[in-house]
């Protein structure tokens, strides 16, 4: 069983940056495609940035490209995303995703993931 927990939310004034964390534990060791999700009250759950098993490969939405950046440290089995530039249209619970499947490609949609963390809010003020 694959357990994901983020850290990093808060409240940032907009024009200002956060870091998420997402701290990935498993009783058997091995690498995941991963991604970030967040959903804003009343709306589905969107798409943010993804990355592969290896980190070559990244993915993000048009509405965060350039501001948002997503990374790993697969010795340390953490996912980060650096937020930068954050807009009020940003504040959302953000979840930690990964993927099951034994691909070293990125994944968008939210049923290529198998594993969800708690999420952390991000609250950006106008």
């Known amino acids: 069983q694959v357990q994901l927990v983020e850290s990093g939310g808060g409240l940032v004034q907009a024009g200002g940056s956060l870091r998420l964390s997402c701290a990935r534990s498993?009783?058997?060791?091995?690498?995941?495609?991963m991604g970030w999700f967040r959903q804003a009250p009343g709306k589905e759950r969107e798409f943010v940035a993804a990355?592969?098993?290896?980190?070559?490969?990244?993915s993000y939405a048009d509405s965060v490209k350039g501001r948002f950046t997503i990374s790993r440290d697969n010795a340390k089995n953490m996912v980060y995303l650096q937020m930068n530039s954050l807009k009020p249209w940003d504040t959302a619970v953000y979840y930690c995703?990964?993927?099951?499947?034994?691909?070293?490609?990125?994944?968008?949609?939210?049923?290529?993931?198998?594993?969800w963390g708690q999420g952390t809010q991000v609250t950006v003020s106008s």
């Open positions: 995703a990964a993927s099951a499947r034994i691909a070293d490609m990125v994944f968008t949609t939210t049923s290529a993931y198998d594993y």
């Open positions: 498993e009783r058997i060791l091995r690498t995941y495609p």
């Open positions: 990355i592969s098993i290896g980190g070559i490969s990244t």
